[in-house]
């Protein structure tokens, strides 16, 4: 019988501590988005207001930004598995502490902010960690671009699954049941790790202060063109573009006469168009032009929104959400991957960092933004001239996305480099 392995979409399921990284993940994934989609609720239904929403999103996201850069030079300088460990446990914490508040009573928007905030820290060094630790846990290092493209998906099921189903357990249970499954979730990733069989390795050699790794990976960055082009380019769209998601409950409230249900439903929507976008890179052949994927998929996200802001018809629009959920997706995926297959093995960690930090520095701000502008203009104007700045963007970057490639196989590359470090062992 053929296993799921043997299905080159699959194929990183080949590696035994993969497979259990992916469905831990997979699990703690779909409980953060049931959390986050009924965190952002409760705050609507308390203010009305779409600024306070993007002040909660800020909140959580803003902090990961401040600290993925130390959370970066702790994934290259520490050991992530003990890392990955600690963040469970902390955020499931964190999420009992959520779920407690609302039982008691104690509905107060600034103790909601702070829990969002100390959430965020958390994520800033979690999320390094575990972007970083894929290259730990795949035996065949030429599965590493599948690896990367299939994490990435685990993203867009819980994007496409945790909204739909927060919305329901909302409507019928309220938003503790939410907080409290999404402390289960934690449980999934903490015990994969603990299933995982992993060679020891020798601690990494600390030359350096955490000031000096900091700055190097900034020296780094800036010495690698290709890398600045896509982090500058992924700023700008988290920034001014992606924070779409901010004025979401208004479109279920006021446009479409909704309730959580409905939120819940156009974040699944957008969540589709995750899953398929992931589904979409990890069975690309190897060699694919990325950059012109990234230049296609911007495009395909400045027509998803311009669309769906102006669809009063649920369905039609859905359809519109599920294209930008696409390009939204394609546009941090594939410079996720091109970021870890082409830094430098001893850069990786840190590269990551200034990934996440250029998506979670700029997106909050773009929240606040957001959220103000739409108290003027409307929601769906809001989002209109969303798209139209991510046509503009394409149109900027479009020399850079259709120069080829310096480096046209990036599984050669990433094989090569994969080697390098378990020689060196870098851990």
């Not at 502490?97 to 829990?115: E, F, K, M, N, R």
């Not at 990786?348 to 957001?370: C, D, K, Q």
Request: proline share 4%.
């Amino acid at each position: 019988m053929k296993r799921i392995s043997d299905i080159e979409l699959f194929r990183a399921f080949r590696s035994r501590n993969y497979t259990y990284y992916f469905f831990g993940r997979a699990i703690s994934q779909f409980g953060t988005w049931m959390q986050r989609t009924a965190v952002v609720w409760v705050v609507y239904s308390m203010t009305h207001s779409s600024f306070f929403t993007g002040v909660t999103l800020c909140a959580e996201i803003l902090p990961s930004a401040l600290f993925s850069i130390p959370g970066g030079v702790m994934a290259d300088r520490y050991n992530r598995y003990k890392i990955i460990k600690v963040t469970q446990i902390l955020s499931m914490i964190q999420a009992v502490l959520l779920a407690t508040l609302i039982l008691t009573g104690h509905v107060i928007i600034w103790a909601i902010l702070v829990l969002s905030v100390i959430l965020g820290i958390i994520n800033a060094f979690d999320v390094s960690a575990r972007q970083a630790f894929v290259h730990d846990v795949v035996a065949d290092q030429s599965d590493l671009p599948n690896a990367v493209s299939l994490t990435t998906s685990t993203a867009s099921l819980a994007m496409l699954l945790g909204p739909a189903a927060a919305g329901l357990v909302l409507h019928a249970f309220g938003a503790p049941v939410c907080f409290l499954l999404n402390a289960a979730s934690f449980a999934g990733v903490f015990i994969s790790v603990l299933l995982m069989k992993l060679p020891d390795k020798p601690p990494h050699k600390k030359d350096k202060n955490v000031l000096a790794e900091f700055a190097e990976g900034f020296t780094y960055l800036a010495n690698t063109p290709k890398l600045f082009m896509m982090m500058l380019m992924l700023a700008i769209i988290s920034l001014l573009v992606s924070p779409f998601n901010t004025v979401l409950p208004v479109f279920a409230d006021v446009i479409f006469k909704g309730n959580a249900s409905t939120y819940g439903y156009i974040n699944s929507f957008i969540g589709t168009g995750g899953v398929i976008c992931t589904i979409f890179l990890a069975s690309r052949k190897p060699g694919s032009p990325l950059k012109l994927i990234m230049l296609i998929s911007t495009i395909l996200l400045g027509i998803g929104l311009i669309c769906f802001s102006q669809m009063k018809y649920f369905p039609v629009s859905m359809f519109f959400a599920v294209i930008a959920g696409f390009g939204s997706m394609a546009t941090f995926a594939v410079c996720n991957i091109i970021i870890q297959s082409e830094s430098d093995p001893k850069m990786r960690g840190r590269m990551i960092g200034i990934l996440l930090m250029a998506v979670f520095g700029m997106t909050p701000l773009g929240s606040l933004v957001v959220g103000a502008v739409s108290q003027h203009i409307g929601a769906p104007t809001t989002v209109l001239c969303q798209g139209i700045i991510s046509l503009i963007i394409a149109a900027c970057f479009a020399k850079f996305l259709l120069q080829p490639s310096a480096r046209p196989n990036l599984n050669d590359t990433l094989v090569k480099e994969t080697i390098e470090v378990i020689e060196e062992n870098r851990e």
